[in-house]
Every structure is written in structure tokens, then in C-alpha cells.
């Protein structure tokens, strides 16, 4: 039986022993039944139940203080008045559901600013990387051992061997690989070469004697021949004189031969001293022009091979500046147009370049054609690696539509660009295509109208269709 709100009565059944008999409880604000309660008494009571409100708003049912006193009649006296109170409290707790209150998020407060035209003064700027003049690596030209490496005195001063970093003058040697079987190669050359020439003089010598010899048999047989026209003299006395004559010129001709072998031996040795001379040159290293070391990755002591690298030699006379120009930069320009340079890292001095070569190919992966700038660098200030900002000239500049740094943010998805847009309240994330960089302004090519706000503090921090407030 239940009462007109909805709350039943709680009987009181009168037993023969102390027991508990069932009576549900309902919430008042029509929640589920919340817990079963039993009664013993020595006789039937009803009691109705008093309503309060517990501390979440619902109002539930709980045992009026008549229905406790009637109930912890039952109990002894030390357990009673706990255990109802722990009953209470469960009833209080089971008997009410609560759905989490709902938090609506705040407008986020941002700053916006208009996408506006702006109109760049003088030509575009582009970063070029500063290299060498020239470089060229120096390489070993014999097997063996580096015994030695050019030596200058260190910051503490004490001598060391060449680093990085130091200065060298053309034709100075830089290393040596060990030069005993070179020197002994040479010198037996040599040798050889002495011998030649000295059996070149004995051969000399054997044919002028023969020379002689001939000449004088060639007159004795012109003579024998005019005394046999006049038979004065026998024909074996004009046989043996012709005889002579042969004899002599078979020796003049042999003297020529050894000649001709010990001139030819002579040529061979020559050879060898010249072979072994430029073995013991190529011993050593030597500069080919002024510049500085930026390579050693030898040492004294260490086993080279024909063609170790020992060496390598940077030219910082003057150094090249290669830029990468788009095509509308590079029909303007051709070979020998001086243009300037700015280096930041030596507090924006300007440095005038001359163009030296445009490559008649794009780069595939940028689409940007490379231009060379010759510029010269006394005192070598500008140094291998530096980045420097090259001007191109610009016939006509036109106004192109910017947004501060900023506002630019990047997916992590995909990595493309966007800006956010503020729309009413809202912001709606925008992909954008960049351009140049003005400044603290970049150029946006595609994807945002002249006029459109966009979100220029804290835009990585929103999420398309966040409510946003615009301060100043």
C-alpha cells in the first residue's frame, strides 16, 4: 500500500521473536525501490514515513524518528543505533541517480587580423650557401709510409702538424711518404746512367781510331791501285792492300754500332733516372695554389696506398654563392650582371657579386634554376657554409597577399599549411598555399581572400569549429 506521494508504509508486523520482515522504499522523486527493510515488534505498528532531501537535490525516503525508536527495540543497545545509522545512509546513497552536470566550453579569446595586399620593395631576396672558389683533394702517388707532415707553431707554441683550418702557400710540400727505395732507385739510375755515357765516350774514341785506320788503308789502296795500272807492283801486294782497306771499314762500321748502342743505353738510363725522379717526387705533397686546409686524414706513421687521400685544399680568394632563382627571376638575368649580397653573420655587409654561370636545367625537385655569383673576398671574411642573402633585381613589383608568420599553422596528418579563419563566432581551419617571406609576413598564394580574419596568436591551440572571441 502506498501513500498519495508515493512513498509506502512501513509496517510493523508483530512476531512471536525478534525478526525482520521486508517493506520496500521508494524514492520520492520515482527512482528505483532502494532498499528492503525488515521489522520486529512485540506487536503490529504502521508508521509513514518523513521525506528530506539529501545533499544531491532528490528526495528520498527516510524512517521517521518514531519508526527508529520502534525499530531499535528490537536491537540490543550497543549495536542499534549504529547499524540504523548505517541503513540510513545507504538508503540515502542507493536511492538516487544523478546524471554528470554538463560544461559547455568558453569561447577561446584570440586575436585576428585581415589578410591585406602589400607591395614588396625593391627585388626579391633569396638565401644563397657560400663554397669555395675551387677545392681539390690531394692524393698520395706512391705506396709507404708517411714519415713526415709540414709542421706550424700552435696557439701554446709548440709545433704541430697542420690542421684544419691552417694556411698554406702554393708549391709548400704538406707530406712525405718514406724516400729510401725511391732515393735508391734514383741513385742506381744514376749509376747506370754514368756507365752509358762512359761507354759512349770509349765507343767515340774506337771509332775515331777506326775512322783513322780506314782513312789510312783507303789511301794505301788508291795508291797500290796505280802502281798495278803500271805494273810496278804484283797483284797479291795490290790484293792485300784492297784487303786492308775492307778490313778497316768493316771496323769503322762496328765502332758506329757500338756508338749507336751505348747512345741508346744512354737514353734508357735516362729514362730510368727520370722514372725514378718522379717516383721520388711523387713521394711528396705539394700545394697547388694558396688556401687553407680542410681536410688531413693521414698522420705520421700511417701506410698509404697510390691514391690515399692525404689532403684537401680550399681556394677562399674569392668564393661562389649558389642560389636556387624560380624561372620569372632567371629570363631576366644573364652571366656577368652584378648583384649584391648581405651576410648576416658579419653584421649585414654587403658584398658585390658577379653572375658566372645559370644552369639551362630546373631542378627536378624544386623547380628552381641554380645561379652561380662569383664574389671576391679579401681578408677571407666570408667563410665555406655561410648563408647569405642575395637581392634580384625586380623591373615591376606587385602587391601579393600576406598574413603575419604567425597565423600559419601546419597538420600533422599530412604537413600542409592552413590558416584559421574566424567566421561569426567560430573558426574553420583553411589549407593555404606559401609564398615568399616579407619580414614577419609571408606571402599566402592560394586558398585566402584579401579581407578574411584569421587567427594570428595561438591558432595550433584551436580545432575547426571551436567558438572563439575576438579581443583587440
Excluded at 166 to 194: H, I, N, Y
Excluded at 341 to 362: D, K, N
Aim: hydrophobic content about 45%; glycine content about 8%; some cysteine.
Amino acid at each position: 500500500m502506498r501513500n498519495r506521494i508515493g512513498f509506502p508504509w512501513l509496517p510493523l508486523l508483530r512476531t512471536g521473536r525478534r525478526s525482520w520482515r521486508p517493506a520496500t522504499v521508494l524514492c520520492g522523486a520515482g527512482c528505483q525501490p532502494a532498499a528492503e527493510w525488515h521489522s520486529a515488534c512485540r506487536r503490529a505498528v504502521s508508521v509513514r514515513p518523513t521525506l528530506q532531501a539529501n545533499p544531491c537535490g532528490c528526495r528520498s525516503a527516510a524512517l521517521c524518528g518514531g519508526l527508529l525508536t520502534r525499530l531499535s527495540l528490537g536491537l540490543p543497545t550497543r549495536t542499534a543505533p549504529a547499524l540504523l545509522l548505517l541503513l540510513a545512509a545507504l538508503l540515502s546513497l542507493a536511492a538516487c541517480r544523478q546524471e554528470p552536470p554538463r560544461v559547455d566550453k568558453s569561447p577561446a579569446p584570440v586575436h585576428v587580423e585581415a589578410a591585406a595586399l602589400f607591395t614588396p620593395q625593391g627585388g626579391r631576396r633569396y638565401s644563397a650557401a657560400i663554397t669555395p672558389y675551387r677545392t681539390v683533394n690531394m692524393a698520395f702517388r706512391s705506396n709507404g709510409f708517411v714519415d713526415w707532415i709540414l709542421e706550424v707553431r700552435g696557439a701554446d707554441g709548440r709545433m704541430r702538424a697542420i690542421e684544419p683550418g691552417d694556411a698554406v702557400e702554393q708549391g709548400q710540400v704538406l707530406a712525405r711518404v718514406r724516400q729510401k727505395d725511391s732515393e735508391l732507385k734514383s741513385s742506381e739510375a744514376q749509376d747506370q746512367l754514368a756507365g752509358a755515357r762512359q761507354s759512349e765516350t770509349a765507343a767515340r774514341a774506337q771509332l775515331a781510331q777506326a775512322e783513322a785506320v780506314a782513312r789510312k788503308a783507303s789511301l794505301d789502296y788508291a795508291r797500290a791501285s796505280n802502281l798495278f795500272a803500271t805494273q810496278s807492283i804484283t797483284k797479291p801486294d795490290f790484293d792485300s792492300a784492297r784487303a786492308q782497306r775492307d778490313a778497316a771499314q768493316d771496323q769503322v762500321d762496328a765502332a758506329r754500332a757500338q756508338l749507336a748502342g751505348a747512345a741508346d743505353r744512354i737514353l734508357a738510363a735516362e729514362g730510368s733516372v727520370g722514372e725514378t725522379s718522379v717516383a721520388l717526387g711523387d713521394t711528396e705533397i705539394r700545394a697547388p695554389f694558396s688556401g687553407y686546409i680542410v681536410q688531413r686524414p693521414v698522420d705520421t706513421g700511417s701506410l698509404v696506398n697510390t691514391g690515399s687521400l692525404g689532403f684537401a685544399l680550399a681556394d677562399l680568394s674569392s668564393v661562389k654563392a649558389v642560389v636556387g632563382l624560380p624561372d620569372v627571376e632567371v629570363a631576366s638575368m644573364s652571366t656577368g650582371m652584378s648583384l649584391q649580397l648581405i651576410a648576416e653573420a658579419l653584421g649585414g655587409r654587403a658584398y658585390q657579386g658577379v653572375v658566372t654561370s645559370i644552369s639551362p636545367v630546373a631542378d627536378s625537385a624544386t623547380r628552381l634554376f641554380p645561379v652561380e655569383i662569383t664574389v671576391p673576398n679579401p681578408g677571407r671574411a666570408l667563410l665555406a657554409g655561410m648563408i647569405v642573402t642575395v637581392e634580384a633585381r625586380a623591373a615591376k613589383s606587385q602587391p601579393v597577399l600576406v598574413v603575419p608568420l604567425g597565423a600559419v599553422i601546419q597538420a600533422r596528418e599530412d604537413g600542409r599549411f592552413g590558416v584559421m579563419v574566424v567566421e561569426d563566432t567560430r573558426v574553420h581551419n583553411r589549407t593555404v598555399t606559401l609564398g615568399d617571406t616579407y619580414g614577419d609576413r609571408i606571402q599566402i598564394v592560394t586558398g585566402l581572400r584579401q579581407g578574411e580574419r584569421v587567427v594570428v596568436t595561438g591558432a595550433a591551440l584551436l580545432a575547426d569549429g571551436d567558438a572563439v572571441r575576438v579581443i583587440p
